[in-house]
């Protein structure tokens, strides 16, 4: 069974935010809650410093904090694929994996100031414009099919008081033909599989495949370009790698260093 695997090449990132939009558009979440975030810093002094930008999903850790402080086990490490997951019926919104995570990638829309919110300026709060009915916390005017929902995997709409994340999009990639070393987005047979983030990238920054798989584009990039996890003194071991080769960003070893945009 695969390890599936991200990595992001810092060197070609825009900053376009086009994998936040179809993150978005794919997991139904609330705008101003992105599961996939392009964050931004800046590097040198003035007058030659430098913004730079780094984008950040959840790393699907291998030894993940959130896991282990779940007092549910909602929360979870699927072995099939290393994703990390949370099943949305025993989840009961403590929160605790959201202080445990190193990262800052996990989301309880319920508190959360949305755009246009109340506490977020001006304009309509949107889950009031699109109100949720039953357990739903909202419902999004591009809202994928009921028969995706799939809460063991906390897939479709979040229901209320509960916690949520990225899922490297499993209800793509869980499907994937067994053995297969890469998720190409540009291999016909394979494109439906690929993240959202992935699959909509326009500078092919990132890639997503079998990290156990030493012939696998991800893995041999990490290899020759010296991919690097964020924050690796925690102990997680992220299944997202940075590249930073060239000239462009370095990964930023704090999180004082990241201003969210
Ligand atoms: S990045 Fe955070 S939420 Fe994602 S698996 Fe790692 S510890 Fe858990
Ligand atoms: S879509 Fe690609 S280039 Fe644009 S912000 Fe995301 S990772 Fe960077």
């Not at 291998?62 to 290393?82: F, I, L, Q, W």
């Not at 998720?183 to 016909?188: G, I, S, T, V």
Request: proline share 11%.
């Amino acid at each position: 069974m695969a390890k599936w695997g991200m990595v992001i090449d810092l060197d070609k990132c825009t900053g376009c935010q086009a994998c936040t939009t179809a993150c978005a558009m794919e997991n139904n979440r609330l705008p101003g809650e992105n599961w996939q975030d392009v964050l931004f810093y800046t590097e040198g002094t003035y007058p030659s410093a430098q913004l730079k930008w780094f984008p950040r999903p959840c790393f699907h850790c291998e030894d993940p904090s959130c896991v282990h402080v779940c007092p549910t086990k909602a929360t979870y490490k699927d072995p099939n694929g290393g994703f990390v997951l949370i099943d949305w019926n025993k989840c009961i919104g403590c929160k605790y994996c959201m202080i445990a995570c190193p990262y800052g990638v996990r989301f309880y829309t319920d508190e959360k100031p949305v755009v246009g919110g109340p506490t977020g300026g001006p304009g309509p709060d949107i889950r009031e414009v699109f109100p949720g009915d039953g357990k739903r916390s909202w419902n999004p005017p591009w809202r994928a099919p009921d028969a995706r929902d799939d809460w063991v995997h906390g897939v479709g709409i979040q229901p209320k008081g509960v916690v949520s994340k990225c899922t490297f999009c499993y209800h793509k990639v869980s499907k994937a033909p067994p053995g297969t070393p890469d998720l190409d987005e540009d291999d016909p047979a394979l494109k439906e599989y690929v993240p959202a983030c992935v699959r909509t990238c326009p500078p092919k920054a990132r890639y997503f495949g079998d990290l156990d798989n030493p012939e696998s584009r991800v893995s041999k990039l990490i290899a020759d370009k010296r991919g690097v996890r964020l924050k690796d003194e925690t102990g997680n071991k992220p299944q997202v790698y940075y590249l930073s080769g060239g000239a462009g960003p370095a990964v930023p070893s704090t999180r004082e260093t990241v201003k969210k945009t």
